[in-house]
């Protein structure tokens, strides 16, 4: 079965081509990353006209680049949310439109659910039950994954999702969008040990070695950072310093909850991905503490940590593979909770 795959959630244009006898065909990725530079975030309306213009040529590139027509491709996958509502409609539609001209079936596809299947596309993939991280700029979840489209949700951001965080400081200390690429460089030559900031929902309570639960929050540690810059020059030594030591407090806080989420599922394995997965820091941790715990850890190749169409189009074949099939009206979700997917349903 071969699967085209459009990921347009937010300011990345995603598309690939995922064949099940031969793996990943082809990927194309066109990042905004300029256009909203100067907003210093991302601007939803330019986002929704940017992936109009992206998209169309990026699916003749793939299809181009894996010597493949139209009537070679089985089934379309789009993802339908979460996401901004105007870029997600420009998939949907597009989507929907190709399934419909090429008469094949079509499935709309969790963003979250692509991140989280994303290390299958590596060589020695995991295989389900597994305990998975999620962490983007959007979301920061740990999950119990059963199966596909069964997953519970042991603990989330109760404010700021892990990257939002490395994106306000990156702003704070004037490194630019998006924040976590520029924070891991400038903490490359930073102290982290020179700024104690919080790991907020880390302290053991004094109950008999009792956690404070599965939760995070990140909108304190924010907040320090903030308290660190103010009524002092932003030498690049404070920049670096600042940085490496915000690094050092989010890589703990993860790591932390990461042990004690094993501990309470026993899973064997652990996922990692989502765009904050790509941070070195943090696999260097997250594979120490897998070594120190007899648990297997498994990450995307740095490029499909971010959004990318390659998520989709796997996401999507595991679906049309179980015989879920879509009806011809199509709609997008801002706001879905990864737990109120469900299993493939025809
Ligand atoms: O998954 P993603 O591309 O988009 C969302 O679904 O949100 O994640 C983007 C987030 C941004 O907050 C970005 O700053 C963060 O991932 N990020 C990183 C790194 N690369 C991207 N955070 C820390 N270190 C990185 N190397
Ligand atoms: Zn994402």
Redesign the pocket.
Known sequence: MRVLGIETS?DDTGVALYDSGQGLLAHRLFSQTELHLDYGGVVPELAARDHIRKALPLIRAVMQEAKTRPDQINGIAYTTGPGLAGALLVGAALGRSLALAWNVPCVGIH?MEG?LLSPMLEPDPPAFPFTALLV???HTLLADVQALGRYTILGESVDDAV??A??KTAKLLGLGY????A??QAALDGDPKRFQFPRPKTGRLKTQGAHPGLDFSFSGLKTAVVTAVQNQPLTSRLVADIAASFEEAAVDVLAIKCEWALEQTGAKQLVVA???S??RKLRERLIHLSEKLGVRVFFPRPEF???NGAMIAYAGYLRLAAGQREPLSFGARARWPIEEIGAAKN
């Open positions: 937010c963003h991140h983007s700029g959007g990257g939002e490395f994106d998006p924040g976590g690429p924070i891991a989502g765009g904050v790509a941070n940590s971010t959004d």
